[in-house]
């Protein structure tokens, strides 16, 4: 797979370029603002972009306006965020455009190479990532119905269907049986009111968590 990397620090910029070089990914641009990155993407068509959230000129919300563009003009590239900090927003500003191909990370969580990876993967085959600090605030931020109605359980279920995990994922990370996290995501679309027949629930229920459903 073909993809364009968007980030004003030099270092950063080579070091995940031979991030995806090493796992396959063919990087056919790696720049260092904004406006380089859209024209990089007109350009090449990847079908991944891994962008800074803040940029040159202003290093405010570049690379998120940039990704937004991406998101609206060539809704088939995937996204993947990079910040310095906790910026909740943009997540929910991707999200809120189109819930597949979309992803948020820290920039420390590039230092855990299997971590970013797969994270990368999850977004470029159409998935979602976010990273488990903005899950971390969101969770403590959310206290009003119909979450409230939630177990703990059911809360650490949902917190990782927000980062992108599959259920066989959750199941691993939290020690329990496939079934029993399909009990309780069953359990979380009951409680959230989303109608059985809805195929998009588990992204609909990852939109109530973030609110921007």
Do not use: C
Request: aromatic letters at 4%; proline letters at 4%; zero cysteines.
């Amino acid at each position: 797979m073909r993809a364009v990397i968007a980030e004003d620090s030099v270092l950063l910029r080579v070091g995940l370029v031979k991030v995806l070089e090493a796992v396959g990914y063919e990087v056919v641009a790696a720049v260092g603002d904004a406006e380089e990155l859209l024209a990089a993407v007109e350009e090449h068509r990847p079908g991944v972009v891994v962008a800074d959230v803040r940029m040159p000129p202003g290093f405010s919300d570049e690379g998120v306006k940039a990704a937004m563009v991406i998101r609206r003009q060539w809704p088939e590239v995937a996204v993947l965020l990079l910040s310095q900090y906790v910026e909740e927003r943009y997540a929910a500003d991707l999200l809120a455009t189109n819930t597949s191909g979309v992803g948020y990370l820290l920039k420390q969580r590039v230092a855990n190479v299997d971590d970013f990876v797969d994270a990368l993967q999850r977004v470029a085959e159409g998935g979602t990532a976010l990273d488990p600090e903005v899950v971390a605030q969101l969770l403590v931020r959310r206290h009003r119905d119909p979450l409230e109605k939630l177990t703990p359980r059911e809360r650490d279920v949902l917190a990782l269907m927000a980062e992108g995990r599959s259920n066989a994922a959750i199941a691993a990370a939290l020690v329990v049986s496939d079934s029993a996290v399909a009990k309780h995501i069953n359990s979380i679309f009951t409680k959230l009111d989303l109608p059985a027949d809805d195929s998009h629930r588990r992204v609909m229920a990852v939109l109530r968590f973030l609110e921007v459903g």
